[in-house]
């Protein structure tokens, strides 16, 4: 009878096994979000803060929990500690760019999960937004500015950003797109400049405004599939007497992300992905292959990875009307879909996960291959078989998706604006579903509006 090996040796891949699935540095943790959602939607943001807030994240996680803690500030009217949170968030954000390399080799080593969160791009961008929405809502106009004006420079960044990325792998295949940036204007930066430039009086520049406002939409259609907003109002000179009501309304939730499982087979320079699903129900499928030229990778590696993909989460808005004084109603008009540009920036992205990933888990293939022979080399078939089990369960745990994302920026945007007397008025916004149903009224206004002033109201309703 073949003695077994020694417990170190026998003992090593199980000890790694244990040690890797008790490390939740390797997972994405969500429970802390549960019932987020429908806080918003019942109208209760503070609630939702509270909740979230209550949660202590890892290290790693410390961006996301900013991003999340100062949108739900916002929505809670907390315009002051929202600007704080998301200015501490910009300047991680900073951080981390001049410390990215460090960050490659676990990237590539172990797990996108293991490093720290880095915000998708389109995260990047809206935190600007709402840092100048902040702004407004304090009477900060000049403050304002500068978040508009780091957000034109933030996508000029983001397109060296994008070649600087795949230039870091350590192998491209043959095949893989070229770095592009989708994003090159955004309506709603282009509108926030619009109206403060409006508000200083200076016309010219906020017609240069209005024609990169419609360059958005005429450049980026795969961004903003729906007609430019009727800017007329906007740009009609009032009488002495009378005052402009600008309304913005922001209705549902951005995409969540969930792992998509994918099995790897390789043939000779060949990379075979076999894709699957589960759906809500738990039941997993066969959706389709993929063949991937890899020059250099060797036959006979099989395994599975996980990609994060995005997952709407539906909105029963379909209109957005404003009531005025109890009589008048005004129809908002479409601006811009957070939505639709965070799926084309993730899409544009995922390329990159989908290299960097495949390179990372076939690297630790073949370590564990190459390690296995070796190992079991002086075991008994069961010592052996329970080895190469292990350490492929090992690899496994190794490679989940990484699923973090900032959950609390919102789906849509909406813009109206109305010229009335100067004084009171009482303002209402109403979100009506497809069938004509009214799903939500905000409680009424009372507004107190004078000649020349930035008079804008903001609505959300999150659901």
């Not at 990372?360 to 002086?378: F, M, Q, V, W």
């Not at 920026?409 to 009506?432: D, K």
Request: with cysteine.
């Amino acid at each position: 009878m073949v003695a077994p090996p020694p417990l170190s040796t026998r003992g090593l891949p199980l000890l790694l096994l244990l040690l890797l699935t008790s490390c939740s540095s390797l997972r994405t943790h969500q429970v802390h979000y549960g019932g987020t959602d429908t806080l918003l939607r019942l109208g209760q943001p503070e609630t939702a803060l509270k909740q979230v807030q209550a949660h202590t994240p890892p290290k790693k996680d410390q961006l996301l929990h900013l991003l999340d803690i100062g949108m739900l500030q916002h929505w809670s009217g907390q315009h002051t500690h929202s600007n704080q949170t998301l200015e501490h968030a910009r300047q991680q954000l900073e951080k981390q760019r001049t410390q990215s390399l460090t960050s490659i080799p676990r990237r590539l080593l172990i797990n996108d999960n293991a490093t720290d969160y880095t915000a998708q791009h389109n995260e990047e961008i809206y935190l600007h937004i709402f840092k100048a929405l902040n702004h407004i809502a304090l009477h900060q106009p000049d403050s304002a500015w500068v978040e508009i004006r780091q957000l034109d420079q933030k996508l000029i960044q983001l397109q060296t950003d994008y070649q600087a990325a795949y230039q870091n792998l350590p192998h491209t295949p043959t095949n893989a797109p070229t770095a592009h940036h989708p994003l090159h204007e955004s309506a709603l930066a282009r509108w926030l400049g619009m109206l403060l430039y409006r508000n200083e009086g200076l016309w010219d520049d906020m017609r240069i405004d209005q024609n990169r406002l419609l360059t958005a939409f005429n450049q980026q259609q795969q961004l903003y599939p729906f007609p430019p907003p009727n800017l007329h109002t906007f740009t009609q000179p009032t009488q002495p007497q009378q005052t402009r009501l600008t309304l913005l309304a922001f209705h549902g939730l951005t995409p969540l992300k969930e792992a998509q499982t994918l099995t790897v087979h390789t043939e000779k320079d060949l990379i075979l992905l076999a894709n699957s699903h589960t759906d809500d129900l738990g039941r997993s499928g066969l959706t389709g292959w993929n063949i991937l030229p890899w020059p250099g990778i060797n036959p006979g590696l099989h395994l599975k990875i996980q990609l994060p993909q995005l997952r709407k989460r539906p909105t029963q808005v379909a209109t957005i009307k404003a009531l005025i004084n109890q009589q008048d109603t005004h129809t908002l008009q479409s601006l811009e879909s957070l939505q639709t540009i965070t799926h084309q920036t993730f899409k544009q992205h995922r390329p990159l996960l989908y290299v960097r990933t495949l390179t990372r888990a076939i690297s630790k293939a073949l370590a564990l291959y190459h390690a296995n022979e070796p190992l079991t080399h002086d075991m008994n078939q069961g010592y052996a078989a329970l080895t190469r089990l292990s350490l492929g369960l090992l690899l496994d745990q190794t490679e989940n998706a990484d699923l973090r994302t900032a959950r609390f920026f919102p789906a849509h945007a909406s813009i109206a604006e109305i010229i009335l007397p100067a004084g009171t008025h009482t303002l209402q916004f109403q979100y009506f579903a497809p069938d004509g149903r009214l799903l939500h009224t905000d409680p009424p206004r009372t507004l107190h509006l004078q000649p020349n002033q930035l008079n804008l109201q903001q609505s959300a309703y999150l659901n």
